[in-house]
């Protein structure tokens, strides 16, 4: 499933690899075919313009579009469980289904974020790869529905995925719902939420160490939940 990996890649945080490797991307969707003639045209123009952009100012409209607020969070349970303790056992639980299947994470970075999800059905036969899909497609749908919100151009990156799982692209309920959603990207709103989090010290490392897809302080949450759990579930198999 070449398409998952190229919409992962494109979803991760671009750098000049990504920006080099437009016309590898381009060909790889020609080659299965999956999209149809609008949708492919669309993802090939974010990925021209990608890759033509000053790479300063398409990591900074990134860094605004995923990053200013947890609304359009790339990480799956944040849109589920958000600060809830259930959210470490749901990443223990998944990170134990890629292992179970042969996946492994190489480098330090949380299971349910998209681009290693997508990379992971990737490694799928397309009826289990779709399946997961289905899983997931409320949290793709609701994702989808904020970044259209915010006339994100990379809203187009989920809407292949959200016909795969048999999800809607616009519905309308949703796009109601999601419009009278209190913003949580101004500037009072990340005042508040960096006032109530502690203040944590240290350095820290992700897949690509110049990636913002997570504040340094959800980060380090995240990571900590996420050890907790891996702990009390050892104890409970021992």
């Known amino acids: 499933m070449q398409t ?6 494109l979803l991760h945080y671009p750098d000049a690899a990504l920006q080099a490797a437009s016309d590898e991307l381009i060909a790889a969707l020609d080659e299965e075919g999956l999209l149809g003639p609008q949708t492919r045209e669309r993802i090939v123009a974010l ?3 990608l890759g033509a952009e000053d790479l300063l100012l398409a990591q900074e409209r990134y860094v605004d579009t995923f990053d200013r607020g947890r609304a359009r969070s790339l990480y799956l349970f944040e849109h589920v469980h958000g600060d809830s303790r259930d959210r470490g056992p749901a990443m223990v639980e998944l990170q134990q289904e890629y292992e179970a299947r042969g996946f492994a994470i190489d480098c330090v970075e949380l299971p349910d974020y998209v681009p290693m999800f997508l990379e ?3 490694t799928l036969p397309p009826e289990e790869a779709i399946g997961w899909l289905e ?6 749908e609701l994702l989808h529905a904020r970044l259209a919100r915010h006339d994100s151009r990379y809203a187009v990156l989920l809407e292949p995925l959200l016909v795969l799982a048999d999800r ?5 309920a949703l796009r109601e719902q999601v419009a009278n959603e209190e913003r949580d990207d101004t500037p009072e709103a990340l005042d508040s939420v960096w006032m109530e989090e502690p203040v944590t010290f240290g350095p820290g490392e992700s897949c690509d ?3 913002t897809s997570a ?3 959800d980060s380090q949450r995240m990571q900590r939940d996420l050890h907790e759990a891996k702990e009390r579930a050892d104890i409970l198999s021992n």
């Open 209 to 211: 160490s110049s990636s």
């Open 47 to 49: 990925i021209r313009e």
């Open 120 to 122: 992971f059905c990737s």
């Open 135 to 140: 899983q997931v497609g409320h949290l793709l």
């Open 168 to 172: 809607p692209i616009n519905d309308e």
């Open 215 to 217: 504040g340094p302080l």
């Open 4 to 9: 998952f990996k190229v919409i992962a890649a």
